[in-house]
């Protein structure tokens, strides 16, 4: 398309209006859910939207002195941007918004090896494990009747425990690892009724170097053996932890039936994701229970390089979560920030973005629920 820079104003409307158009189109082929259409068409509107962004920015110059076209023009060249920002927030899996299940616990969390336990977990650190598990709670409590949630912050950073409000001066699971108080004395309640939370705090890493130094003790049992008398009253325990392998991340996979690694789709991540397994079947000689349940793509953008990187992890036969999360758009990024910002879950704040879409997504293919 060339632009003609004495175009009139009704002309730079006209292709306003087919700019609209063409964004309808866009969403009629998300929701079709036809990933073979989808990419090739969005592969077209991409490129062509590229190209009208390209040739009104080269003819803006000769327009800026006619008031009314540049109003106008501008307005367009905003409207193209945001539309190519919303051809990175490609949802796979539709539209369906979060909304209570009502199901019932025993139907979901009666199998569990120790009590059903979900740890998130990648050797590469930044890729959203916290997010996702934060949030992950959120969408348990608010879908299951009369679930009871116990989460463990078991990454020394401690970000979980600042999103939940935890208190350190309560305790924390550095106190567990040192064997200074029992899990009762240091679980406290969140701000949602049914979630109680283990905090954390820097003294993790003195703890996991104790822990090292004392032969006395079998070093892989130590949570296990904390929460011994408490296990009965929760159905379900998610535990965020750290890029890392220690006794505290050990400790948290002998008592873990699904490992859910969170990895953006970059060779970093996907690297992290090799060791995690590797150490997994270590792990397996203490809890034979223990299994990978799947690999979720945070940061998720309809990109050849994306594609990549899943196809790359096919080949490694690892399990892949059909939900993706797509995190790496400036509003889904906005849309967090805010959340984090206010202490709430992303479908408190926003239930119908499109991170909270995708988060609910992973939530029931998690329950195996469509």
């Not at 390089?305 to 096919?314: F, G, M, N, S, T």
């Amino acid at each position: 398309m060339s632009f003609d820079a004495r175009m009139s104003e009704d002309e730079l409307r006209t292709e306003l209006d087919r700019a609209v158009q063409q964004n309808e189109y866009l969403k009629a082929i998300i929701e079709s859910n036809d990933i073979s259409t989808l990419e090739k068409s969005a592969k077209k509107f991409k490129d062509t939207s590229r190209q009208l962004l390209k040739s009104m920015t080269m003819e803006f110059e000769a327009t800026e002195h006619n008031p009314a076209n540049s109003t106008v023009l501008r307005q367009l060249i905003a409207y193209v941007e945001h539309l190519e920002n919303e051809l990175c927030s490609f949802q796979m899996l539709g539209n369906e918004t979060f909304h209570p299940l009502g199901l019932p616990k025993e139907q979901f969390f009666k199998e569990g090896f120790f009590m059903k336990t979900i740890s998130f977990i990648n050797f590469k650190g930044g890729v959203g494990k916290t997010t996702i598990a934060t949030n992950f709670a959120y969408a348990i409590n608010n879908s299951i009747d009369g679930v009871k949630i116990l989460y463990i912050d078991n990454d020394k950073q401690g970000n979980s425990t600042k999103w939940f409000g935890g208190d350190t001066d309560h305790g924390t699971i550095t106190n567990i690892m040192m064997g200074d108080a029992k899990a009762e004395e240091v679980i406290q309640p969140t701000r949602y009724p049914n979630i109680d939370l283990i905090a954390s705090d820097t003294g993790l890493i003195e703890a996991n170097a104790a822990a090292i130094k004392n032969e006395s003790i079998n070093q892989a049992v130590i949570l296990k053996d904390a929460l011994l008398p408490v296990k009965d009253k929760y159905q379900v325990c998610i535990i965020d932890n750290p890029p890392d392998i220690n006794v505290s991340v050990l400790n948290s996979l002998a008592i873990t039936d699904d490992v859910v690694i969170v990895t953006f789709p970059d060779l970093d991540s996907l690297d992290g994701v090799y060791q995690m397994v590797e150490q997994i079947e270590m792990v397996k000689q203490i809890n034979p229970m223990l299994q990978l349940k799947g690999v979720l793509i945070n940061a998720f953008v309809s990109d050849d390089a994306v594609y990549d990187c899943i196809r790359e992890l096919k080949q490694h036969e690892l399990p892949i979560f059909n939900a993706k999360v797509h995190y790496a758009t400036k509003t889904a990024k906005k849309h967090l920030n805010v959340a984090r910002r206010d202490k709430k879950s992303i479908f408190e704040e926003y239930p119908n973005c499109l991170v909270a879409r995708d988060i609910w997504a992973f939530t029931k293919e998690i329950l195996g629920v469509h």
